[in-house]
Antibody, heavy 117, light 108 residues
Framework: EVQLLESGGGLVQPGGSLRLSCAAS????????MSWVRQAPGKGLEWVSV????????YYADSVKGRFTVSRDNFRNTLFLQVNSLRAGDTAVYYC??????????WGQGTVVTVSS | EIVLTQSPGTLSLSPGERATLSCRAS???????LGWYQHKPGQAPRLLIY???SRATGIPDRFSGSGSGTDFTLTISRLEPEDFAVYYC?????????FGQGTKVEIK
């Protein structure tokens, strides 16, 4: 079964950091670009970042550029998102998603990040 | 940056009725880069349509997508109880993905 499972979310103070993980199974992970997408409470979906299949190229939304870093370990079939300098506006459910010809065909269930003092 | 505007914000319909959701892009986009998703509370978003009009694997044929240029439409021919949800359009270009703000389809 094709599956993505996120972990690493939690409650963190403003200015703090977290490392989110996404474990992939059921498909050849290193054949696909992978993204992070988030949804703040009461808001819509917002694309955050992408890494190509070999991890050598990454892109970010302007809202997180310079604070978030996406990476992947193709041996462990795992995607990561290092989130630093967190703000209240970063509070959201963070989903990892498999990219397929410009759309996201497989999604995880999400991990919740809450930024609050 | 391309902005996607969805309308209406909320659609109140009864099971069995037809739903027509609109997605308008701020500039012309390639149809190949346009997708639609269904999202229910507490669940992962689900890809419905890719390439503006192709149904994703396992998606019932009551869901259909159409459009080109700046105007795209998702149609649900006959609403089933499980179709009440929020729907998002999404486009890809220049290594940036953007979503519309969503249309909520609610039970009337």
């Amino acid at each position: 079964e094709v599956q993505l499972l996120e972990s690493g979310g939690g409650l963190v103070q403003p200015g703090g950091s977290l490392r989110l993980s996404c474990a992939a199974s059921g498909f050849t992970f290193n054949n696909y670009a992978m993204s992070w997408v988030r949804q703040a409470p009461g808001k819509g979906l917002e694309w955050v970042s992408v890494t190509v299949n070999n991890g050598r190229t990454t892109y970010y939304a302007d809202s997180v550029k310079g604070r978030f870093t996406v990476s992947r370990d193709n041996f462990r079939n795992t995607l990561f998102l290092q989130v630093n300098s967190l703000r209240a506006g970063d509070t959201a459910v963070y989903y990892c998603a498999r990219e397929y010809y410009g759309v996201f065909d497989i999604w995880g269930q999400g991990t919740v990040v809450t930024v609050s003092s | 940056e391309i902005v996607l505007t969805q309308s209406p914000g909320t659609l109140s319909l009864s099971p069995g009725e037809r739903a027509t959701l609109s997605c308008r892009a701020s500039q012309s986009i390639s149809s190949s880069s346009l997708g639609w998703y269904q999202h229910k509370p507490g669940q992962a978003p689900r890809l419905l349509i890719y390439g503006a009009s192709s149904r994703a694997t396992g998606i019932p044929d009551r869901f259909s997508g159409s459009g080109s240029g700046t105007d795209f439409t998702l149609t649900i021919s006959r609403l089933e109880p499980e179709d009440f949800a929020v729907y998002y359009c999404q486009q890809y270009g220049n290594s940036i993905w953007t979503f519309g703000q969503g249309t909520k389809v609610e039970i009337k």
